[in-house]
């Protein structure tokens, strides 16, 4: 149980009702061809399970978000504000402005989307802004960002390199959480959404 941070496949992303993504997906299409843009429909089929390939993303939510939205407000704008912190779908393409769906999230009456390269530059300045370390894992198909920052490796990492990133390693987490979402939503061509 909790809530988890995945990466959408095709299968998942194109099935109508419960089980899928389907009623996101059409109405994210209605939305950008309302804006001009082409629908959304280029989604990668499931991967092949191997782990540190990359291929996959699922990470856990279990720290406090209190520290990153505090770091999110002394450093961003409001608009970069809402996309750092409220979204719940992020899609592999630019999108000069977020998308607000009247679809039920599952956390949320609304599904607020906002573009993968948008995430990405605003979480490379909170890395920077915290001296966010290169040991950070960058695969994370099963967990192990959630891992590194709750098993001791960060803790161990913090104690011979400390800096700002280790001031508060529950932020830390959530920097990561952005950073490597947003790169792998770019990497491998697919939807991040919170389940």
């Known amino acids: 149980m909790g809530v988890y941070l995945v990466s959408v496949c095709a299968e998942d992303w194109f099935t109508e009702g419960e089980d899928g993504w389907g009623d996101v997906a059409s109405a994210?299409?209605?939305?950008?061809r309302q804006r001009g843009l082409p629908p959304y429909e280029s989604v990668p089929g499931e991967p092949d399970?191997?782990?540190?390939?990359?291929?996959?993303?699922?990470?856990?939510?279990?720290?406090?978000?209190?520290?990153?939205?505090?770091?999110c407000q002394a450093?961003?704008?409001?608009?970069?504000?809402e996309i750092a912190c409220g979204w719940n779908l992020l899609v592999p393409f630019s999108l000069d402005e977020t998308i607000t769906l009247p679809v039920e999230s599952g956390y949320a009456d609304s599904t607020l989307v906002v573009g993968a390269p948008q995430l990405l530059a605003i979480a490379e300045r909170l890395a920077a802004a915290i001296d966010l370390p290169a040991e950070t894992p960058?695969?994370?198909?099963n967990l192990d960002?959630?891992?590194?920052?709750?098993?001791?490796?960060?803790?161990?990492l913090a104690a011979v390199r400390p800096g700002p990133w280790s001031?508060?390693?529950?932020?830390?987490?959530?920097?990561?959480l952005s950073l490597r979402a947003a790169q792998h939503s770019l990497r491998r061509g697919c939807p991040m959404a919170y389940s």
Request: with cysteine; proline share 3%.
């Open 28 to 32: 994210l299409n209605h939305e950008l």
């Open 49 to 71: 399970f191997v782990r540190g390939s990359g291929q996959a993303f699922e990470e856990k939510l279990i720290p406090s978000m209190n520290g990153f939205w505090a770091l």
């Open 75 to 81: 450093q961003l704008s409001p608009e970069e504000e």
């Open 138 to 141: 960058e695969m994370c198909d």
């Open 145 to 156: 960002l959630t891992m590194w920052f709750r098993d001791g490796a960060a803790q161990s």
């Open 167 to 176: 001031d508060d390693l529950d932020t830390a987490f959530y920097v990561a």
